[in-house]
């Protein structure tokens, strides 16, 4: 079956991910903006970094036969310090109206700070301006910081905003947001990792209660924890639990291209050739 993974950092994955995933039949993927493993100190490292998942990774899925897209936002990791977003904002215009650029994203909450909060706003601004889709990531849960309550303060900004749900993903659910998420309209983003955190089993159950409308599943894949193969592996485990084929279909496939779909640079190509690494060049 063909998949679209929705949300994954290829950019620090391999060639060889690649290729897996295009064997296990990923043929879309879409790569939000993210936090790199140390926070930037320049706005010029941010320009330098989206031409990365906007043209680069392009370009090294497109060898593996996959069509990859990118969204372009300063990530909540990095919005706390409120003179360096604001400074990238100011130049980010050109990158978010990149003919790859799909949507506005990561953005949202790390921490739930004041600084968070207001360039978490001045994003969704921009986002109404440039009429875009919306990729919003929630905070996970630590001791200092709920996830439940930065889900529910996204939603109350978002309303208070006037964003569309319709056109918003709210990232990273759990059993205890998915209410929130399905309350929002908002499409709701389960990540599923290979330990610790949501895995395949608990997210079978979250479908179980909540259905497969208005879901999309992904892998957050990057250097951490995680595995780009997370969405073939889902299909599998669905299957073993009694799932139709069409049910996992519209899981991974059907609703991350209506989603996208809205989106007019979103044009997915489910038959680009993979490239046999021998016949090109660095
Ligand atoms: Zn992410």
Redesign the pocket.
Known sequence: MTIIEP???MFSRTTDDYRAMYEAGIRVVVE?S?WLGASRRHAGSFFDYYPLILDFERERARRSGIDHYACVSV?PKEADDLGLAREVLAGIRPYLQHERCVAIG?IGFNRITRNEEEVFREQLALAQELNMLVLI?SPHDTPEVSKRKGVERTIAILREMGIDPERTIL??NTEQTMDLARDSGCWAGL?VYPYSKLNPRRVVDILRRWGTEHTLV?S?A?WGVSDPLTLPKVAGYMRDQGFEQEEIERLLFDNPRSFYGQEPRFRPQYDLPFIDPATYQR
Request: proline letters at 7%; glycine letters at 0%; a negative charge.
């Open positions: 949300h994954i950092h939000p993210f990530n990561e990531h990232d990273h990540t992904n957050s990057d």
